[in-house]
């Protein structure tokens, strides 16, 4: 059964940092993309991060770049997500999703059920 | 404010056909293929249809998607109580170089 669990939420400060990890099991974790997309309380969607099958392509939304960073580490079948700089509109429920194929541009077939990060102060 | 456009809120009675839209532009919509998830209630959300209209397995016959130009729609007929959630639109947008997803719409089984 594919499963991927998010873990690393919590309560920080804003300027603070966070690093929030997906475990993956269930399939063979580098045949795939994967990506982080939060919600917010009460709200949409929104892609945060991607990275293909190897690592080697990333890609983040505008309103986090240059201050999280996406990695992988395929021998431990394992997504992360290093937060820095947090500000209170970064608070969100935080969800890891598989795409359907190696790279960052295939369409999420499996979702975490997300890890909660508060930004407050 | 997101980058594509979607009712906020659709309705219907049980067996009626509802349809969501979901207008974007030549960078997104117009150039690569629509995906549509649903979210039932505290629930993480769910691929409902890929590539403007394919249907994951398990996914009912019931749920279809189509593209024109920059707009796209789902179309969910036989409405059932099951159906009610929130539903979002999401596309590659070439010149962002990301994802974007529609803001959303709640469907309310009445």
């Known amino acids: 059964e594919v499963q991927v669990v998010e873990s690393g939420g919590g309560v920080v400060r804003p300027g603070g940092s966070l690093t929030l990890s997906c475990a993956a099991s269930g399939f063979t974790f580098d045949d795939y993309g994967m990506s982080w997309v939060r919600q917010a309380p009460g709200k949409g969607l929104e892609w945060v991060s991607g990275i293909n099958w190897s690592g080697g392509s990333t890609g983040y939304a505008g309103s986090v770049k240059g201050r999280f960073t996406i990695s992988r580490d395929n021998a431990k079948n394992s997504l992360y997500l290093q937060m820095n700089s947090l500000r209170a509109e970064d608070t969100a429920l935080y969800h890891c999703?598989?795409?359907?194929?190696?790279?960052?541009?295939?369409?999420?077939?499996?979702w975490g059920q997300g890890t909660l990060v508060t930004v407050s102060s | 404010q997101s980058v594509l456009t979607q009712p906020p809120s659709a309705s219907g009675t049980p067996g009626q056909r509802v349809t969501i839209s979901c207008s974007g532009s030549?960078?997104?919509?117009?150039?690569?293929?629509v995906n549509w998830y649903q979210q039932l209630p505290g629930t993480a959300p769910k691929l409902l249809i890929y590539?403007?209209?394919q249907r994951p397995s398990g996914v009912p016959d019931r749920f279809s998607g189509s593209k024109s130009g920059t707009s796209a729609s789902l179309a969910i007929s036989g409405l059932q109580s099951e159906d009610e959630a929130d539903y979002f639109c999401a596309v590659w947008d070439d010149s962002l170089h990301g994802w974007v997803f529609g803001g959303g719409t709640k469907l309310t089984v009445l």
């Open positions: 999703a598989r795409g359907q194929r190696g790279t960052m541009t295939a369409p999420f077939d499996f």
């Open positions: 030549t960078s997104n919509i117009g150039s690569d293929t």
């Open positions: 590539n403007n209209n």
